[in-house]
T-cell receptor
Framework: TQLLEQSPQFLSIQEGENLTVYCNSS?????LQWYRQEPGEGPVLLVT?????EVKKLKRLTFQFGDARKDSSLHITAAQPGDTGLYLC??????????FGTGTSLTVIP | GAVVSQHPSWVICKSGTSVKIECRSL??????MFWYRQFPKQSLMLMAT?????????EQGVEKDKFLINHASLTLSTLTVTSAHPEDSSFYIC?????????????FGPGTRLTVT
């Protein structure tokens, strides 16, 4: 069961454009993680957010955790072809398990 | 983060046979590991939580007798797909749970591509 909905599901943009990916749930997370996955590989952790309203920046990537800890967003500034990949959010509710969002497939065209 | 390996990276087997996939934590002892399955163009679905020295906890809808998990040491968890069928063909990924910054984070292996013919 996918408890986290991501939007958009697919995104194709030109190099240099900005984009935002959303991760939404009706449940409250104790923490939320964002990953990027390349085809045929395991996901790579980008960031973990734990506090409502928290904002973290990783170079051109900005991650925000909603005040109520039910949603999160990933904003990429001046996208580059190297940003192409599958972006996944994963939330932890109680316990140690993480449940993944539906995923956003990003293609940045040179 | 942790370094996690999986073996094999890909495997092809005939319908009805069993396949074992290994997940190793190479640089720290992992009490908890997770197994996920990912179908093409889809996200990861949590199958089970593997706990060292105890029985695995399976997610709803995952057959524990079909997907056997053994976490016999702090560095190794195995997933055995028994009596595999073509619908079991998928990308199987394990992860290791760590707390490097005082909070739960997971680190993924490179995945195993299973094709059942």
């Amino acid at each position: 069961t996918q408890l986290l909905e991501q939007s958009p599901q697919f995104l194709s943009i030109q190099e240099g454009e900005n984009l935002t990916v959303y991760c939404n749930s009706s449940s409250v997370f104790s923490s939320l993680q964002w990953y990027r996955q390349e085809p045929g590989e395991g996901p790579v952790l980008l960031v973990t957010v734990v506090t409502g309203g928290e904002v973290k920046k990783l170079k051109r990537l900005t991650f925000q955790f909603g005040d109520a800890r039910k949603d999160s967003s990933l904003h990429i500034t001046a996208a580059q072809p190297g940003d192409t990949g599958l972006y996944l959010c994963a939330g932890a509710y109680t316990g140690n398990q993480f449940y993944f969002g539906t995923g956003t497939s990003l293609t940045v065209i040179p | 983060g942790a370094v996690v390996s999986q073996h094999p990276s890909w495997v092809i087997c005939k319908s009805g046979t069993s396949v074992k996939i290994e997940c190793r934590s190479l640089d720290f002892q992992a009490t908890t590991m997770f197994w996920y399955r990912q179908f093409p163009k889809q996200s990861l679905m949590l199958m089970a939580t593997s706990n060292e020295g105890s029985k695995a906890t399976y997610e709803q809808g995952v057959e524990k007798d079909k997907f056997l998990i053994n976490h016999a040491s702090l560095t190794l968890s195995t997933l055995t797909v028994t009596s595999a069928h073509p619908e079991d063909s998928s990308f199987y990924i394990c992860s290791v749970l760590g707390t490097p910054r005082g909070r739960n984070e997971q680190y993924f292996g490179p995945g195993t591509r299973l094709t059942v013919t």
